[in-house]
């Protein structure tokens, strides 16, 4: 097949290829993309090309005349659509807004939220039935982490705790000493 027509290249883009053709370090998919050029600029054919970098000759094809239009930006990646989020932005608002409000505010009969209390209140106040991963995913990418309200030692964030718990139980019997 005969070779494929490579528009000239400036000196700058001529470095920044033949740099990127080489490198270690850059993410794979770029580093061939270069290559594709810079073999192309040494007027090899689509079908070498493509037989060395492990690709078809249509791909290679189409890679070269995307640089010829596009320049060096031709190697990066296009923005592409993808999958729509599951929840809308107004529901994952709500979620952290919710989060990130105290339970007896909202006249809730608890002091903390738990990701399974969350995700009831979610479910029947505000009808987004959600799941605790996605719930706990969405608040870890907003930077809130899950703390450990209630702790054997220091103040409960309960203030009620006393009352709720009642009276205290020893947790062993007590033995009766020996006599020596």
Known sequence: MAPVCLREMTVAEHA??????????????????????????????????????GLDGETVRK???????E????????????????????Q?????????????????PFAAWTLDRLAAYLHEAKGIAMQRSRI?????????RWHKHETWFGERVDPAFAEKRGRSKPSTPHRLRAVV
């Open 16 to 53: 920044a290829i033949q740099k990127l053709a080489h490198s270690r370090t850059a993410p794979a998919h770029r580093v061939q993309r270069a290559q594709i050029i810079w073999r192309a600029s040494r007027s090899e054919s689509a079908s070498a090309i493509a037989a060395r970098v």
């Open 63 to 69: 890679r070269i005349h995307r640089f010829n239009r």
């Open 71 to 90: 320049g060096v930006e031709a190697l990066k990646d296009r923005h592409r659509s993808g999958r729509r989020p599951t929840y809308s932005a107004e």
């Open 92 to 108: 994952t608002a709500t979620v952290i807004a919710t989060a990130l409000s105290k339970p007896q505010t909202l006249g809730l």
């Open 136 to 144: 706990d995913g969405i608040l870890l990418h907003e930077g809130l």
